[in-house]
C-alpha cells in the first residue's frame, strides 16, 4: 500500500471518530437540572400563552455543559413534539459580541429560521422578532452567551426592556445562559429580575467534595464505556481505575466536564492516528499540553509531577 493511501485510511479514520465522538451525548445531574428548569418553563408556557412569562437563568464558566444541555434538550423536544407540527418549542440564539439592540434582534431571527435576520432597522427586527415567535410556537427563548449583551453599557437596560416586554406579552419563556459578567445586565433591569425563577447551577466540580468527585468518576467511566460503543477505542482504558490519575485529569480540566470531554477527545483522535485500542496516562498528559495547555485553560500539565503509566 502506498504512502498517499496510507495516509488516506488514516485521516479517514480520524475523520470518523471525531464523528462518532461528536455523537456521544452523555448528560449528568447538573445538565439534567437545566434540562428540567427549561422544560418546566417551556410546559408553563403552553399552558399561559398570552399570559406573562417567566424566566431562568444559569450563568458559570465556559465548559461547564451549558450549551450542550440546552441544544441536546432543544433537539429532543424538536424530534418529539415539534418536528410533526412544524414548530420550534425551543429556540436557541447565541447573542453576537456586538451585543447590540439590532444584533440581539437578527440573533433571534436566525434561530427562528427566518431569511435575511439582519434586515431592517432595529425596531423593524424586534416587530418581526414579536410576530415571528407565535408563528414558529416558540414556548420558550434561550438566549445564549447573554454575557455580551453587557458589553454596551448604554445598551444592556433596553435589550432587557424588550426581552422584557416579550415575556410581558406572554409571548414566551425566556432561559439565560452565559458567563458570570451577565448579571451585569440585570443590575440595570430590576424588573426583568423580577420575573427570573430560582437559578440554576453548573459550575466547576470540587475534587474535595466526595458528592462532585463521584459526579466527575461517574462521567469519566460512562465516557470511557461510550468511546468504545461508538467504535473510537476498541478496549475500556480503565480511566476510573487509578484515583490519583484521575485527580490529575480532573485538576487538567479545572473541574470542568467540557474540558475533560477536550482533553479525552485529543488523546483519542491520537491514538487512532497511532492505531492504538486504548488510552494511557500518557496520552492524556499529552493531551493537556496538546489543548489544554496550547489553549491556555492551563499553564502547567498536573501530570508532569505525577506517576504516569
Known amino acids: 500500500m502506498s504512502a498517499i493511501q496510507n495516509m488516506r485510511d488514516r485521516n479517514d479514520r480520524v475523520a470518523r471518530a471525531r464523528l462518532a465522538i461528536g455523537e456521544i451525548s452523555l448528560p449528568y445531574a447538573p445538565q439534567i437540572e437545566l434540562k428540567v428548569a427549561i422544560d418546566e418553563l417551556r410546559q408553563t408556557a403552553q399552558l399561559t400563552r398570552g399570559r406573562p412569562q417567566r424566566g431562568v437563568h444559569l450563568f458559570g464558566p465556559s465548559f461547564a455543559g451549558k450549551t450542550t444541555a440546552a441544544r441536546d434538550h432543544a433537539e429532543k423536544v424538536f424530534a418529539d413534539e415539534g418536528k410533526a407540527l412544524g414548530t420550534l418549542p425551543i429556540a436557541i440564539a447565541t447573542v453576537d459580541p456586538d451585543g447590540s439592540l439590532a444584533s440581539v434582534g437578527t440573533d433571534i431571527l436566525r434561530a427562528l429560521g427566518e431569511p435575511r435576520p439582519d434586515r431592517g432597522s432595529a425596531s423593524l427586527r424586534w416587530e418581526r422578532v414579536w410576530n415571528c415567535l407565535p408563528d414558529r410556537g416558540v414556548q420558550i427563548l434561550v438566549l445564549d452567551e447573554f454575557q455580551r ?22 409571548l414566551c419563556a425566556v432561559a439565560f445562559l452565559g458567563h458570570e459578567s451577565a448579571h451585569d445586565v440585570f443590575k440595570s433591569a430590576s424588573d426583568l429580575s423580577n420575573r427570573l425563577d430560582v437559578p440554576v447551577t453548573m459550575g466547576q466540580l470540587d475534587w474535595n467534595d466526595s458528592d462532585d468527585r463521584s459526579l466527575f468518576c461517574d ?11 461508538s467504535g473510537v477505542t476498541k478496549a475500556l482504558s ?40 486504548s488510552i494511557s496516562w500518557n496520552d492524556v498528559s499529552d493531551a493537556v499540553d496538546d489543548w489544554s495547555i496550547a489553549n491556555r485553560r492551563i499553564d502547567y500539565n498536573p501530570f508532569h509531577d505525577g506517576f504516569q503509566s
Open 149 to 170: 449583551a453587557a458589553r454596551r453599557p448604554t445598551m444592556s437596560p433596553v435589550i432587557a426592556a424588550k426581552v422584557q416586554d416579550m415575556m410581558e406579552a406572554g
Open 219 to 229: 462521567f469519566v467511566d460512562r465516557y470511557d464505556h461510550a468511546l468504545v460503543s
Open 238 to 277: 480503565g480511566l476510573v481505575a487509578d484515583e490519583d490519575q484521575l485527580r490529575l485529569l480532573h485538576e487538567s480540566a479545572n473541574g470542568l466536564i467540557g474540558q475533560f470531554c477536550r482533553i479525552i477527545e485529543t488523546a483519542a483522535i491520537a491514538i487512532v492516528r497511532a492505531g492504538e485500542a
